[in-house]
């Protein structure tokens, strides 16, 4: 047990991994439905001592998505086989707050928490892409607005969580008394949004309230973060930036009353692993030359949010609206694009590699380096570590990057409890008033 603080490493769980062609490599396995892959990459990030795996989701698909996403697990579903055959990491996954309704969302992870004693988290998203609403019978509502029902949903989720006092089933059989109605919990919420009743069918789980994980880079996006979140996902590219989203979040989670340290912001991070740093960088350019720059194109466009087919692809990225859809992603991308000078080829084979994302291609210890410089500097309080292919990517993250941090006291050498709340440092919260 340490008091110094440390770094939180989440796996980033993909099925063809996080390089667009990462699949491609000789020593990559691949495979969305492929759950003994699946399997055996959870338990090596529980045997690495990581905090939690997670999912990201969407509600949509095409051939032309990244292999990762074309078609995938229902991540819920996924998290509860992941749960009988792991035992410390916490299991996170991904789902909407435009396409999901409150009571079927608090049921959902509060039964994952009950599964697996307390490992639960939820990734709160939005869902940018307006081609989602074709495949759910209605409107895609604007960026804002998905923030406002957000905002209820969250409210309406955590308040049905509440719903059963922690000894609300007593079991007595001599008094015949199953559930205690003196410790029921009743919602009532009638909201611009909402009307749930409650209360929620499942007892209240071991965390109390499953953990609550944001990703959305915008401003509305960081207030719904600071309000609610206990983890934060985002993608930053360069220090400064990282510094400027980790301050801005953390003042907005003071603003709410809030102890800033116990909102953990984690950036994706690619680390790509070389003997030397020459070997690493060859790597990522291999990888790169697998990528069809026609594949590349639409994964740019979509985080653009704008077709870009009328422009020259060796010429730079014109001055475009700013998207209603991925609104963050596109600033992040053409901030980009301006700093490093990028053509639009050179922009969609970055997207291809880490879609936005940190990447660094480097010796273990320029690894390690690296995520203590973001760490140390007001950047980052851990990472959602994005290996480019499976499974050797983690295995070799694991085997070389992860000593490294525990030489350095960095990261732990063992859990120091059995939930995601006990990983994180969190405390339970207060039972229902
Ligand atoms: C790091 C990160 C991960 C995200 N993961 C998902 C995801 O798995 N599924 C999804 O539908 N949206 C995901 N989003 C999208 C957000 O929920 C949100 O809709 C989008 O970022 C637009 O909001 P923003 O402008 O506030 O960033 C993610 C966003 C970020 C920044």
Do not use: C
Request: net charge negative.
């Amino acid at each position: 047990m340490t008091s110094q603080r440390q770094i939180h490493l989440g796996l980033f769980l993909q099925g063809a991994g996080h390089h667009v062609s990462g699949w491609r490599h000789p020593d990559a396995e691949s495979g969305s439905e492929n759950f003994d892959l699946l399997r055996r990459l959870v338990q090596t990030a529980e045997a690495a001592k990581f905090d939690l795996a997670f999912l990201a989701d969407g509600l949509t698909s095409s051939v032309d998505a990244h292999p990762s996403m074309i078609a995938r697990f229902e991540p819920l579903t996924l998290l509860s086989a992941l749960a009988m055959v792991t035992e410390r990491i916490g299991l996170a996954a991904t789902s909407s707050t435009t396409y999901g309704e409150p009571y079927h969302t608090a049921r959902a992870f509060a039964s994952i928490d009950h599964l697996s004693q307390g490992r639960a988290a939820w990734n709160i998203v939005t869902t940018s892409y307006d081609r989602t609403a074709k495949n759910f019978s209605k409107a895609h509502p604007q960026h804002d607005d998905r923030y406002a029902i957000a905002e209820e949903f969250v409210d309406v989720v955590r308040g049905l969580w509440d719903s059963w006092d922690d000894d609300a089933f007593p079991k007595d059989k001599e008094r015949g008394l199953y559930a205690d109605p003196a410790k029921v919990h009743v919602l009532d919420h009638e909201g611009r949004y909402f009307s749930v009743k409650g209360p929620l069918n499942i007892p209240r789980s071991p965390q109390g309230h499953p953990i609550l994980i944001q990703a959305g880079s915008s401003g509305p996006g960081q207030d719904l973060a600071a309000r609610t979140a206990d983890i934060v996902f985002t993608a930053q590219q360069s220090l400064e930036e990282a510094q400027v989203f980790y301050r801005s979040l953390k003042s907005r989670v003071a603003g709410f009353g809030r102890d800033p340290a116990t909102v953990a912001v984690m950036p994706g991070f690619m680390p790509v692993i070389g003997r030397t740093l020459a070997e690493a960088s060859e790597k990522l350019v291999e990888l790169d030359r697998w990528t069809d720059i026609a594949k590349a194109m639409p994964l740019l466009e979509e985080r653009i949010g704008h077709s870009l087919g009328a422009y020259d692809l060796d010429g730079s990225l014109p001055d475009l609206p700013l998207s209603d859809q991925l609104r963050s992603r596109a600033e992040l991308l053409t901030e980009l694009a301006r700093r490093e000078k990028l053509t639009i080829r050179q922009l969609a084979l970055r997207v291809a590699a880490g879609r936005g994302h940190h990447i660094v291609a480097g010796t273990p210890v320029d690894i390690a380096d690296r995520m203590q410089l973001w760490f140390e500097n007001g950047a980052a309080d851990g990472y959602n570590v994005m290996p480019p292919f499976f499974p050797v990517g983690l295995d070799e993250f694991v085997a070389e990057v992860v000593p490294l941090l525990q030489e350095r006291g960095l990261f732990r050498r063992d859990y120091e409890g059995p939930m995601l709340r006990d990983h994180l440092g969190l405390r339970r919260p207060a039972p229902p008033a």
